[in-house]
């Protein structure tokens, strides 16, 4: 788990949903690498201004589109649009990725 993942846990207790929850921090902090690694295609893909933020993104993918489902990551729907409310779903992949 991440830092902040741990802080929200105990924030929460353990129980269901902290491994789902440090799922999310994981894919943010992915994204975030992406977005700045000028050899990625991700790279300088928008993001919306609360997001930028760990803790907002996780706590507004969970209102959004939930829990990650096993095997699933977060794709933008449309390409041409950054990271942002309405445009980020959990699309099925083949193998175990973040």
Do not use: C
């Amino acid at each position: 788990m991440t830092s902040q993942s741990e802080a929200l846990a105990a924030q929460r207790g353990s129980g269901p949903g902290d491994q789902e929850l440090a799922n999310i921090y994981e894919i943010y902090y992915y994204i975030q690498r992406r977005r700045r690694d000028p050899r990625s295609t991700e790279y300088r893909v928008r993001m919306h201004p609360p997001w930028r933020d760990a803790s907002t993104f996780v706590r507004d993918i969970i209102d959004e589109i939930g829990y990650r489902p096993p095997l699933h990551v977060i794709e933008r729907i449309d390409p041409k649009k950054g990271y942002e409310p309405g445009n980020v779903e959990w699309v099925q992949t083949g193998r175990k990725s973040i």
